[in-house]
C-alpha cells in the first residue's frame, strides 16, 4: 500500500504504521511530497512523524477513530458492498432538507437516521442536505470546526456508516447533498501548519490566518480541497455539495478556486454518468456566482438565497434588527421584489453594511433553479440567542403562509429539519471542546455577543452544556400530535402539488408577477396558471386575483373566486388556486 504526504519544509519524513517506523523517501516528480510503501490493512492506525516532531494524523485521513487529535486509520473505500444502483436526481426539481445527524435523533447517528428516511419520503423530500460530517472535537457540536476533510466524525458512525446512510437514502429515492466547509478548519486539532503551508496571513478572516489558495505553495493546498470534494462525490456517492461561506474564501487568482472546482466537479459528473452539483453559501448577492463559466461566471450551480429569507423573515415576524432593518422597512414589497428579481440587494444601498451592495440577476437567461428559498436554516435559527425557531413565537396559521411562501416561490424550496411540523424543539448552539481554554471563550465569547444587544447572560444557553445539544433534538412524538399534524399535512399537500404542477417548477423568473398590500398584508403572485395568495393579517380580506379557477389547496376554508375574480382570504393563511 502506498503512502504519500505532503511536508514541503521537512527534511526528514516517517510513517508509523502499527507501531512500526517506516523511513519515507522524496517523491521523485512531485515537489514537497514524500512517499513510502508498506503493508496496510483497514483500521490499521497510522501517522507521520516530520524531523523530531511528534506523530501526526494524515492530513488526507479517512478515517480518525479517537479525534482529530489521533492517529489515523486505513480506509478500504473499494471494500464497502453498495447495495443499490443510482443514477441521481437533478437539483431543478428539488425540495431540500437539511438535517444535522447530531439532533435529528435523540441517538445523534447516522444508521439511527436511517430509520427515519421513511418520514422525508413520505413528505415529498428530493434531497437531503447532511450539515458537516467532518470531524471535530468531542461527541456534539454543529461540525463547522472541522479539521480532517476527507473523513467521517466517529461518533456519527464513522466512513461505513455514511456510506450506509447514503446507501439507504438511494434506495428510498433521495438524493445526498454534504455541506462542506473550506474557508476554515479548527481551530482545535488542526495540524496542517505542521505540514506545509495550510494558511497564509496575507489575508484575515473572522476566523484567523485564511486558507491559502493564492499565496506560495497554493497549488497544492487547492488540490487537497478540490480532491477532498470529489472524494465526497465519488466515494460516498453524494449527489452535490453546499459549500460553507464561499464569500470568505481570499483567492486574488485569476482562475479562482471555485471556477476550478465547479469545472472538476461538472468533468466528474460526466465520468460517473450521473447528475452532480455545487450550491454555495454567498452573501455577495453576485449572480457571477452561479452563472455558467462560459458565460463569465464561476459555474457554481446553486446558491442559498438569503434575500428571500430575510424578506419573509420581517413579513412574518416584524423584526427589524441587523440585516432584517433594510427588509423590514416594506417586508411585503422586499418579499415581491425577491421572488421576482432574486436579490433584494441589486446595486442598493444597504444600511446593515453602510453601503451599496449586490448586482441584478438577469431574469431572462438565469433559471430560478439557480437560488435555493427558505423560510428557515440552521444559521438563521441556531444563531439566534436562544435558537428559537419561528413556531416558538407564530401561529399555525403564519407557519402555514411560510410554507405557502416557501414551497410555491420560484425556488427549489428547502427545509430545516423539523419545520414541516413547526417543531417545538430549539436548535440552539452547542460545542463539546475537549481544551478547556477554547471552551471557556466559545462560552464567554457567546455571551458577551447577546448580552451586547439587551440580553442578559443568564438567558444565554451555555454551548458546552450537554442540556443544550439535548434541548436541540427532534422530539419524534411530536409530528402525530396537533398542531404539528395538521401543520405537516399542509407541508405534504404543498409539496405534492410543487411536484404535480409543472407551473411550480417553471425556471422562468419574468413570468412570476406579484401584487401586494403592504398597509392591508396581503400577497398573490402568478405561476403559470396558478395564483399563489397569502394573507398575514389576523383580519380577512378581500382580494382581487383575476380570473377564475378552483381551489387547489388553502390553509382555511375558502371559496373559489367569483365571476369578479374577488377571494374572501380568512385570516393568516395561505391558498394555492388554479383551473
Known amino acids: 500500500m502506498l503512502f504519500e504526504v505532503w511536508a514541503p519544509h521537512a527534511d526528514r519524513a516517517a510513517l508509523l504504521l502499527e507501531g512500526a517506523t517506516h523511513p519515507m523517501r522524496r517523491h521523485p516528480v512531485r515537489a514537497g511530497w514524500w512517499l513510502t510503501e508498506a503493508e496496510g490493512h483497514s483500521g490499521d492506525r497510522y501517522g507521520y512523524v516530520l524531523d523530531d516532531g511528534p506523530v501526526l494524523p494524515d492530513p488526507r485521513s479517512r478515517r480518525q477513530p479517537d479525534g482529530p487529535d489521533g492517529l489515523s486509520a486505513v480506509v478500504v473505500q473499494e471494500t464497502f458492498a453498495w447495495q443499490h444502483p443510482w443514477e441521481g436526481r437533478p437539483l431543478q426539481r428539488a425540495v431540500l432538507y437539511e438535517l444535522h445527524i447530531g439532533t435529528f435523533t435523540p441517538e445523534g447517528t447516522l444508521d439511527a437516521a436511517v430509520q427515519q428516511l421513511p418520514h422525508l419520503v413520505e413528505l415529498g423530500i428530493s434531497h437531503i442536505e ?20 476527507w473523513a467521517v466524525h466517529e461518533p456519527y458512525g464513522g466512513p461505513d456508516a455514511l456510506k450506509r446512510f447514503v446507501d439507504a437514502a438511494h434506495a428510498h429515492g433521495l438524493g445526498v447533498v ?36 493564492d499565496a506560495a505553495g497554493s497549488d497544492e493546498v487547492r488540490a487537497f480541497l478540490l480532491e477532498s470534494a470529489l472524494a465526497w462525490l465519488r466515494d460516498y456517492r453524494l449527489d452535490g455539495l453546499r459549500l460553507d461561506a464561499v464569500h470568505a474564501l481570499a483567492d486574488t487568482r485569476a482562475h479562482s478556486f471555485l471556477e476550478e472546482l465547479s469545472t472538476a466537479v461538472d468533468a466528474l459528473a460526466v465520468e460517473v454518468d450521473r447528475p452532480l452539483f455545487l450550491v454555495a453559501e454567498s452573501d455577495t448577492c453576485d449572480p457571477r456566482t452561479t452563472t455558467p463559466r462560459a458565460q463569465g461566471g464561476l459555474g457554481l450551480h ?98 402555514a403562509c411560510a410554507a405557502t411562501l416557501t414551497l410555491t416561490s420560484p425556488f427549489p424550496p428547502m427545509l430545516f429539519m423539523g419545520e414541516e411540523w413547526g417543531a417545538s424543539t430549539p436548535w440552539q448552539f452547542f460545542t463539546d471542546h475537549t481544551d478547556p481554554e477554547l471552551a471557556r471563550a466559545v462560552r464567554e465569547g457567546r455571551r458577551r455577543e447577546f448580552t451586547s444587544h439587551g440580553w442578559s447572560a443568564e438567558d444565554i444557553p451555555d454551548p458546552q452544556d450537554p442540556a443544550t445539544r439535548e434541548r436541540s433534538c427532534l422530539d419524534w412524538t411530536e409530528p402525530t400530535a396537533d398542531p404539528h399534524a395538521r401543520l405537516l399535512a399542509w407541508y405534504r399537500e404543498l409539496i405534492a402539488l410543487r411536484r404535480d404542477r409543472p407551473d411550480l417548477t417553471d425556471p422562468d423568473l419574468a413570468a412570476v408577477k406579484v401584487a401586494y398590500d403592504e398597509e392591508a398584508r396581503w400577497l ?28 387547489l ?23 394555492v388556486l388554479g383551473p
Open 524 to 551: 398573490t403572485y402568478r405561476r403559470g396558471d396558478l395564483r399563489i395568495v397569502v394573507n398575514l393579517s389576523k383580519e380577512a380580506v378581500r382580494i382581487k386575483i383575476g380570473g377564475g379557477g378552483r381551489v
Open 302 to 399: 446553486a446558491q442559498w438565497n438569503d434575500d428571500f429569507h430575510h424578506a419573509l423573515h420581517t413579513a412574518l415576524t416584524g423584526e427589524s434588527q441587523g440585516y432584517y432593518a433594510d427588509f423590514a422597512r416594506a417586508p411585503l414589497s422586499a418579499l415581491a421584489k425577491t421572488l421576482t428579481r432574486v436579490f433584494f440587494h441589486d446595486g442598493t444601498y444597504s444600511s446593515f453594511r453602510g453601503r451599496t451592495h449586490g448586482r441584478p440577476v438577469d431574469r431572462v437567461r438565469t433559471p430560478a433553479h439557480r437560488f435555493l428559498g427558505y423560510a428557515q436554516t440552521h444559521d438563521q435559527i441556531g444563531n439566534r440567542a436562544q435558537g428559537d425557531r419561528l413556531s416558538a413565537t407564530l401561529s399555525p396559521g403564519l407557519l
Open 178 to 213: 454534504l455541506d462542506v466547509v473550506h474557508n476554515h478548519l479548527g481551530p482545535s486539532g488542526n495540524h496542517l501548519p505542521a505540514f506545509g503551508p495550510y494558511f497564509t496571513d496575507t489575508h484575515h478572516t473572522p476566523w484567523g490566518s485564511a486558507v491559502n489558495l
Open 553 to 575: 389547496a388553502a390553509w382555511e376554508p375558502l371559496e373559489a373566486p367569483g365571476a369578479d375574480g374577488l377571494v374572501l382570504m380568512p385570516p393568516e393563511s395561505g391558498a
Open 130 to 149: 447532511l450539515m458537516p460530517v467532518c470531524p471535530f472535537p468531542g461527541r456534539h457540536g454543529w461540525g463547522y470546526e472541522g479539521v480532517s476533510l
